[in-house]
Nanobody
Framework: QVQLVESGGGLVQAGGSLRLSCAAS????????MGWFRQAPGKEREFVAA????????AYADSVKGRFTISRDNAKNTVYLQMNSLKPEDTAVYYC??????????????????WGQGTQVTVSS
C-alpha cells in the first residue's frame, strides 16, 4: 500500500511560481510511474504531468507545457511539480498519483492505483 501526501500549494498572483511536493511511503516508490492531476471546481480531474520510474521520461498536458516541470528524487521518495508563469486557469486542487511502471497510458486516471488527498493552488489575477 502506497501513501501519498502532497504539500506546497497556496495562493499566488498570476505570473508567479509554486513548487508542489508529493512524499510517498510504503510500496516501492522507485518502480512507480508518478503523475500529477488537477481538478477545478465543477470540472473533471485532468492530467497535468507524469514521470517514469527513473525520471528519464516525462509527459505533460498541452496546457502546461513550457511552464510546468515534473521531477522526482527516488532517494527521498518524493516527486515534484515546479509551476512557473501561473495563470488563473491553473487554479485547482492538485493531486499526486502512483501507477505501476507497466502502465503506459499516463494521462488516464484509471492507470493510477494510489492517490493523495490533494493540495489547493489558487492563482489570482
Amino acid at each position: 500500500q502506497v501513501q501519498l501526501v502532497e504539500s506546497g500549494g497556496g495562493l499566488v498572483q498570476a505570473g508567479g511560481s509554486l513548487r508542489l511536493s508529493c512524499a510517498a511511503s510504503g510500496g516501492t516508490f522507485g518502480s512507480n510511474t508518478m503523475g500529477w492531476f488537477r481538478q477545478a471546481p465543477g470540472k473533471e480531474r485532468e492530467f497535468v504531468a507524469a514521470v517514469n520510474w527513473s525520471g528519464g521520461s516525462k509527459a505533460y498536458a498541452d496546457s502546461v507545457k513550457g511552464r510546468f516541470t515534473i521531477s522526482r528524487d527516488n532517494a527521498k521518495n518524493t516527486v515534484y511539480l515546479q509551476m512557473n508563469s501561473l495563470k488563473p486557469e491553473d487554479t485547482a486542487v492538485y493531486y499526486c498519483a502512483a501507477a505501476n511502471w507497466r502502465r503506459e497510458r499516463w494521462s488516464l486516471r484509471s492507470s493510477y492505483d494510489y492517490w493523495g488527498q490533494g493540495t489547493q493552488v489558487t492563482v489570482s489575477s
